[in-house]
């Protein structure tokens, strides 16, 4: 699978939109990227993901490059609750159960 | 509908004493996977079932070990615990796509965990 690359940390004012960076510059063609994120001391979550176009469900928006080697995960609204880990996997889908969690961004979202 | 859940959510063991852990997925998915998660490794994926076959399997030794059952729940085992096997252990279910559980798009839907402290 491809590696990812995103910040360590972040930071957002609540109400504002946060926006995560994700590069993964050695994407594949068959391989999707995928957002999960984790609150503290909870299991992670599934929030999106896409192959080539933009999508949009209710958590957020994740905007793909044309050439796919990085992609930027959209929260439109932050709130107090979205502070968590927030990861970028790139995965081929028949494989989608193994999933390889780098360290992933921290967002800290700030009253 | 039900999330994926597993017990016991905190359990306390020994250098040497073995540990089961187990997982319910949600209903109607056929795959569960299983991570270890520790400060210093991060997310690590053990192995993955999918109709009572194990599919795949991380890097981890053979004192980890898992099954499936028929009705689609797990239990993964450790055997002759270490103090470095102390971790969160998450399990995940998804539903593969096709008859033949082939390629799935879809989402991995983790449960809280068990959080084992070896002592």
């Known amino acids: 699978d491809a590696k990812t690359t995103q910040p360590p940390s972040m930071d957002c004012a609540e109400g504002r939109a946060a926006n995560l960076p994700c590069n993964h510059s050695t994407i594949s063609g068959n391989e999707y990227v995928y957002w999960y994120r984790q609150i503290h001391s909870q299991g992670p979550q599934y929030i999106i993901h896409?192959?080539?176009n933009n999508e949009t469900n209710e958590m957020a928006s994740l905007i793909i490059t044309e050439d796919r080697k990085s992609s930027t995960l959209i929260l439109p609204h932050a709130t107090l609750r979205d502070t968590a880990v927030y990861y970028c996997i790139v995965s081929s889908g028949g494989s989608n159960y193994k999933l390889t969690f780098g360290k992933g961004t921290l967002l800290t979202v700030n009253p | 509908k039900a999330g994926v859940t597993q017990t016991p959510r905190y359990l306390i063991k020994t250098r040497g004493q073995q540990v089961t852990l187990s997982c319910s997925p949600i209903s109607g998915h056929r795959s569960v996977s299983w991570y270890q998660q520790t400060p210093g490794q991060g997310l690590q994926f053990l192995f993955e079932y999918f109709s009572e076959t194990q599919r795949n399997k991380g890097n981890f030794p053979g004192r980890f070990s898992g099954r499936q059952f028929s009705n689609s729940r797990s239990e993964m085992n450790v055997s002759t615990l270490e103090l470095g096997d102390s971790a969160l252990y998450l399990c995940?279910?998804?539903?593969?796509?096709?008859?033949?559980?082939?390629?799935?798009?879809?989402?991995?839907?983790f449960g809280e965990g068990s959080r084992l402290t070896v002592l």
């Open positions: 896409g192959l080539k």
């Open positions: 995940a279910s998804s539903q593969p796509l096709g008859l033949a559980g082939g390629p799935n798009t879809g989402e991995l839907f």
